[in-house]
């Protein structure tokens, strides 16, 4: 009965969230919107509203024991998930908080391999904790601070996914050597011209390191690796443990 879509490298992308106007422009532009009209990724936004049993299309209420805030409730989750679910299979249902594990390029990288995942976004104070002890098979965080909903880092996660994704960048190598690939931060990098003058000081020049200029592709790439290596250590020491 499942519908499979696997077609190499494609990945489809179940975004869940009350606040859909919020998180869909995002995914039609730039990378997103360019991975999905190259046919290599599909997103797609679902309005919670849309599957409330509630006459008044509410989908929170007040938590039990007297808590302060609202709580999104189980069944309109529960609704989208099932109705999600009897279309394909999915490889992770994944719900956005504050106190999930961190997501990060690893990660990134581990989920663009997935097929089909769904995100659910929270809102107000949370969602229903059954939801999470019963149908979330991960709980991803994008750092330590509270957003007001889980649109964000849907966002930040989409992106991060969807641009790993072979074929989505032109060139491959260019994500391979982002930032946080092989634990190392990016090298310094820079465009024409090679000598610029500032416009506080005419007279003054800003010149790119002449290696860069060298035409020496080898020592290049061993210039490049050097200075990754120690701005991380630099800057991330945590990185090269
Ligand atoms: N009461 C919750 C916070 C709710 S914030 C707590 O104390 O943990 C509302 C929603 O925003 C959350 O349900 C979650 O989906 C999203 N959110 C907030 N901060 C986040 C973060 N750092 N990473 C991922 N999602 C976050």
Redesign the pocket.
């Known amino acids: 009965m499942y519908k499979q879509t696997k077609t190499g490298e494609y990945m489809r992308i179940d975004i869940i969230t009350v606040l859909p106007e919020l998180i869909e422009p995002f995914t039609r532009e730039s990378i997103l919107g360019r991975a999905q009209k190259k046919g290599l990724a599909e997103i797609h936004v679902h309005n919670l509203r849309d599957y409330t049993a509630d006459k008044h299309k509410r989908v929170d209420d007040y938590p039990f024991g007297g808590a302060a ?1 609202m709580l999104i409730q189980c069944q309109p989750l529960d609704a989208c998930i099932s109705a999600l679910k009897a279309e394909r299979k999915y490889d992770e249902i994944i ?6 594990e961190t997501f990060n390029q690893p990660m990134a990288n581990e989920l663009s391999l997935k097929e089909n995942i769904i995100i ?8 229903d904790y059954r939801i999470r002890e019963h149908l979330i098979t991960r709980e ?11 649109e964000l ?1 849907a966002a930040v996660m989409a992106d991060s996914i969807v641009r790993v994704i072979p074929g989505v960048i032109g060139d491959v190598e260019s994500a391979l050597s982002d930032s946080f690939q092989d634990n190392l931060l990016e090298p310094p990098v820079y465009t024409r011209p090679a000598q610029y003058h500032p416009v506080s000081n005419p007279e003054e020049t800003w010149a790119v390191p002449d290696i860069l200029l060298s035409g020496h592709e080898a020592k290049i790439r061993e210039w490049e690796y050097e200075q990754a290596v120690a701005r991380t250590k630099r800057l991330r020491p945590d990185l090269l443990e």
């Open positions: 805030g719900f956005t908080a504050p106190d999930g659910i976004c929270g809102h107000y104070k949370g969602i991803v965080s994008i750092g330590d601070y509270v957003l007001t909903g889980g880092a």
